[in-house]
């Protein structure tokens, strides 16, 4: 199932980057993240040891990512409202991978700037919730807990989300703790993941709260995602409340609204196409990495690879927001899904030392006609 050819071609186009490896913990190299990220430039990679952290601001395209895989590195800022901040100047890319964060965490520009670069959370926990303002972030292996909604999308905001739990507040005082509440002229798109909306609340107290909402010009695809309200009877919610003027794809999922009942849509909410994407397995050199992809009997699946993770941008013939892949990926393979609609591509990591710490992304389409359906982005860094 691994494909040298094709890795081969993709090899030759792994960039050349300038890079520092830099250690944080007691008696290392950075004794906090806020001085590794202080010290680091654009490209160099942060191991961080296990132990407990203040809050940070990630400004500049830098790896940050507990070290070994594993170990238990928490960020819990001095006050309980502290947040950890992203702001990627445009063209950059950071990744945030292996840590839980008892913060809030917002994306968004640099002050004073238009656009933002892309943020890749991998097996990150969010405690106090998520909030990206036009900025554009992908998490995969996530569970994003709310503080009031568990991930908000405001403005341009683009994330593409796989295998993730988005899961409203734990307190019944906050407003409307959806799961997933997307806003502005924002883009979302979740594969193979949970989202509930609502909350037991303090003392039993629930707090009523749709699954996903979405308002303005929000545009929105879930496939094999299970999207729920909280299951209390006081009030009536859906697992997806639509308001926006877009319509919202919903393929191959379940929606229960709060008394358990299925098919819980309010406003435009329609089968399609969507091409699913998932893997049990990290990114590690010298092992198999295998992307399970899912889509309609008798597909075509059209796999492309690549080392840049750019700001999403929209062609004509592609429908949901495109990560780069159209202008810089790798064509790897071309398979047809079998009579469930699956199909497997995998590929073996070389051992080759110069792609540790390198960011390797995977997406797919397939297509009956035009425009063509990608899968969620899928990938991390080269462990």
Known sequence: MSHPMCLSVLLCATPALAQTLRTVGPGLMHPDIVAALAAAAPGDVVHVTAGTYAAFTLDKGVTLRAEPFGASVVVAGPASLAACIVELPAGQ???IEGLELRTQVLVRP???AAAAGAVAFTGTDVTLGMTVQDANAVLRDCVVDGFGAALELLGTASVSAVQCQFRGAPASWLPNPCGIRAGGSSSLHVGNSFVRGGTNGFHGVTAAANGVQATGAARAW???TDVAAWNQSTLPCAAVSNQSSSPIAFERGSALDNLGAPG???GAVQDSL?????TNDQIEIGQLFTLDFRTRPGLPVFVHATFFLQAPV???????PDWGFAANSIFLAGM??????QA???IVIPPLPFLQDLQLWFSAWSAIDLPVQLAPVLGGTVR
Request: glycine share 16%; charged share 5%.
């Open 274 to 278: 969507v091409l699913g994407v998932s």
């Open 110 to 112: 640099p002050t004073g």
């Open 344 to 346: 497997a591509y995998g």
């Open 93 to 95: 890319t950071a990744a």
């Open 222 to 224: 879930f496939v094999d």
């Open 264 to 266: 819980s849509f309010v």
């Open 314 to 320: 929209s062609y004509p013939i592609v429908v949901q």
């Open 336 to 341: 047809v899904a079998d009579g469930q609609g």
